[in-house]
């Protein structure tokens, strides 16, 4: 539930390399080709997608400490 609570707060294009890339297993030129975007794009969207990922889990996981 966590790891889907976090997808939910990434950004939709980022969030689709993120999937194809870290839970699907594309290499970012299949990624590129089947988003149809350039690989320069992909390399970027991951790079903020996995930071936007562990800003996520962070906030998540602080909400859900007992405090």
């Known amino acids: 539930r966590l790891v889907l ?3 939910d707060q990434i ?3 980022r969030r ?5 890339h ?3 297993g594309f290499t970012c030129e299949e990624a590129a080709r089947t988003l149809e975007i350039p690989l320069g ?9 996995r930071e936007d990922f562990s800003a996520a889990i ?3 996981q602080a909400r859900r400490a007992p405090g």
Do not use: K, P
């Open 5 to 7: 609570a976090a997808l």
């Open 11 to 13: 950004d939709l294009d």
């Open 16 to 20: 689709a390399v993120f999937v194809l």
């Open 22 to 24: 870290e839970i699907d």
């Open 41 to 49: 794009t992909v390399y970027s969207r991951l790079r903020l997608a």
């Open 58 to 60: 962070r906030r998540l």
